[in-house]
């Protein structure tokens, strides 16, 4: 289960502790739609997340994509060992860009 909170503002952080998978998809949209609107810019910090698969990355990837849309820029930070690893693996920096990934 994917908990959040939410430091709101122009520039807000999400914090993202659990696991990222199907199961979070909605809960995880959610609150990103909410924090993003009027927003500069969004953080999303995975500090917390101890497990993601295919599906969390697919969404983590749409959500990049739809808010990149909107003109909204998203940046992901504090990524822990296995989101690294399954990053790395499928390949996630190509899909949604340096900017949001940086090294």
């Keep these: 289960m994917l908990q959040t909170s939410i430091v709101p503002g122009p520039a ?6 659990g696991e990222m998978d199907l199961d979070c998809a909605d809960g995880l949209r ?9 927003a500069q810019t969004v953080t999303l910090d995975f500090s917390g997340v101890e497990f993601i698969d295919s599906s969390g990355t697919g969404i983590f ?8 849309s909107q003109g909204v820029p998203v940046v992901a930070r504090n990524l822990t060992a296995p989101v690294h690893g399954v990053f790395e693996m499928l390949r996630v920096r190509e899909l949604v860009g340096e900017d949001v990934l940086p090294e």
């Design 61 to 68: 990837v749409r959500l990049c994509l739809d808010l990149k």
């Design 12 to 17: 807000p952080t999400i914090f993202l502790a």
């Design 30 to 38: 959610s609150a990103v739609a909410g924090a993003a609107r009027g």
